[in-house]
Every structure is written in structure tokens, then in C-alpha cells.
Nanobody
Framework: QVQLVESGGGLVQAGGSLRLSCLAS????????MGWFRQAPGKEREFVAV????????DYADSVKGRFTISRDNAKNTVYLQMNSLKPEDTALYYC????????????????WGQGTQVTVSS
């Protein structure tokens, strides 16, 4: 069983930055690819970014490419999402997830999910 706890969300003006963190309570953190997803009210959960086991491969949704950066610190069991140049359309509940897959984009390929952290970007 893996428990994931996100933090770092909040209210920020357009153009600002936030860094989300996700702490995993597991001794096998390095066995999981870690992803970030988001869900806005009335919309489906969508892929944001993923990082593989050692951090050697990352993938991003087109909507965040060049603005967001995913990273992980395996010594701290933590994955991060640095979000720059935030836009109002980035407003959503952001979820951290762990997958046994290589670097999946689909929610059903993830085995464990956190509770989410709210990000609100004002215009």
C-alpha cells in the first residue's frame, strides 16, 4: 500500500509560480513512475506530467510544456511539480499518482492516488 500526500497548492495571480510536492509513504518509491494529474470543476481528470523511476524520462501535456517541470528526490520519497507562468486555465485540483508502468498518461494505469491539492490562478 502506498499513501500519497500532496502539498503546496494555493491562490496565485496569473504569471506567478507554485511548487507542488507529493510525499509517498512507501519503502518502494523507486519502483513507481510518478505522475501529476489535474481536474477542474465539470471536467475530466487530465494528465499533466510524469517522471520515470530514476527520473531519466519525463513527459508533459502540451498545455503545460515549457511552463511546468516535474522532478523527484528518491532519497526523500518526494515528487515535485514546479509550475511557472501560471494561467487561469491551470486552476484545478492537482493529484499525485503512482504507477507500476513506465511513464503512462492514462489515469487507469495508475495504482495509487493522493487526495489532491487545490491550485487557483486569478486573472
Amino acid at each position: 500500500q502506498v499513501q500519497l500526500v500532496e502539498s503546496g497548492g494555493g491562490l496565485v495571480q496569473a504569471g506567478g509560480s507554485l511548487r507542488l510536492s507529493c510525499l509517498a509513504s512507501t519503502r518502494t518509491f523507486t519502483r513507481f513512475a510518478m505522475g501529476w494529474f489535474r481536474q477542474a470543476p465539470g471536467k475530466e481528470r487530465e494528465f499533466v506530467a510524469v517522471i520515470t523511476l530514476s527520473g531519466g524520462f519525463t513527459d508533459y501535456a502540451d498545455s503545460v510544456k515549457g511552463r511546468f517541470t516535474i522532478s523527484r528526490d528518491n532519497a526523500k520519497n518526494t515528487v515535485y511539480l514546479q509550475m511557472n507562468s501560471l494561467k487561469p486555465e491551470d486552476t484545478a485540483l492537482y493529484y499525485c499518482a503512482a504507477s507500476n508502468g513506465y511513464g503512462p498518461r492514462l489515469p487507469h494505469e495508475y495504482n495509487y492516488w493522493g487526495q489532491g491539492t487545490q491550485v487557483t490562478v486569478s486573472s
